[in-house]
């Protein structure tokens, strides 16, 4: 489970510019800041090529196995960023298939027409 304090979408916002990465947005209305040391999934990094993705309750964010994970295997899982500033965003996930940025699957396409 992706743990922490429950928090408006304007705190959430007001706390990411403050250089707080921890922000995981539940829903429309409210974020989970991730950021206590008690929270082990804030640690999971993001992946083009994922082992593991994000399912949302209206409580909770857990992060799920898509697959059988070796032991020793680093979990990750897509962050889901939009094409807004993806440029600012560059990924270095190492996957075969990395697009290059911590965007959503859905954008891949996108970005490589305004690459070429």
Request: charged share 25%.
């Amino acid at each position: 489970q992706y743990m922490g304090l429950k928090i408006s979408k304007a705190e959430g916002a007001r706390r990411a510019a403050a250089g707080n990465a921890y922000i995981f947005e539940l829903n429309e209305r409210y974020d989970i800041d991730g950021k206590s040391l008690s929270n082990i999934a804030r640690y999971i990094n993001h992946s083009c090529d994922p082992n593991c993705e994000v399912d949302t309750t209206t409580e909770t964010i857990w992060i799920v196995a898509i697959r059988r994970i070796k032991a020793g295997e680093e979990l990750g899982y897509n962050y889901g960023y939009d094409i807004k500033n993806y440029s600012e965003f560059p990924c270095r996930c190492g996957a075969h298939n990395c697009c290059g940025y911590i965007l959503d699957r859905q954008y891949w396409d996108l970005i490589q027409l305004q690459q070429e």
